[in-house]
């Protein structure tokens, strides 16, 4: 977390890596090198990370989160918004996430 606050991703990425390989079943390794991977806009890993993620834990709304900002930045709008409701429906306080779901709500209607 702290190399991720500190930009220096390559080192969030490894310093992950190794803790995945010695805890697999950790959720939030995986949550957090998928964080990693977005910020360095590796969205495919990203993306397989976050699912990894809410495989082991799947009530890791910040991975759902995730995965949706992933799909955002791929363009695909529909996989985004299943992943932001998903997020909602485990933690409905998630302001930011409920104001993605509002506008891909419209933006598919009107298309």
Same mark, same amino acid.
């Given at each position: 977390?702290?190399?991720?606050?500190?930009?220096?991703?390559?080192?969030?990425?490894?310093?992950?890596?190794?803790?995945?390989?010695?805890? &697999?079943?950790?959720?939030? +390794?995986?949550?957090?090198?998928?964080?990693?991977?977005?910020?360095? @806009? #590796?969205?495919? %890993? !990203? =993306?397989?990370?976050?699912?990894?993620?809410?495989?082991?834990? &799947?009530?890791?709304?910040? +991975?759902?989160?995730?995965?949706?900002?992933?799909?955002?930045?791929? @363009? #695909?709008?529909? %996989? !985004? =918004?299943?992943?932001?409701?998903?997020?909602?429906?485990?933690?409905?306080?998630?302001?930011?996430?409920?104001?993605?779901?509002?506008?891909?709500?419209?933006?598919?209607?009107?298309?």
């Amino acid at each position: 977390i702290r190399r991720i606050e500190d930009q220096a991703f390559d080192e969030a990425i490894d310093r992950a890596t190794s803790l995945i390989h010695q805890a &697999p079943w950790f959720a939030e +390794a995986w949550h957090q090198r998928a964080v990693a991977y977005f910020y360095c @806009e #590796n969205y495919d %890993a !990203a =993306l397989r990370d976050h699912q990894q993620a809410i495989e082991i834990n &799947p009530y890791h709304f910040l +991975a759902s989160a995730g995965m949706g900002k992933c799909h955002l930045r791929l @363009e #695909n709008r529909v %996989a !985004a =918004l299943e992943c932001f409701r998903r997020a909602l429906r485990l933690n409905s306080g998630m302001e930011d996430i409920r104001a993605h779901v509002v506008y891909l709500q419209r933006s598919l209607k009107e298309n």
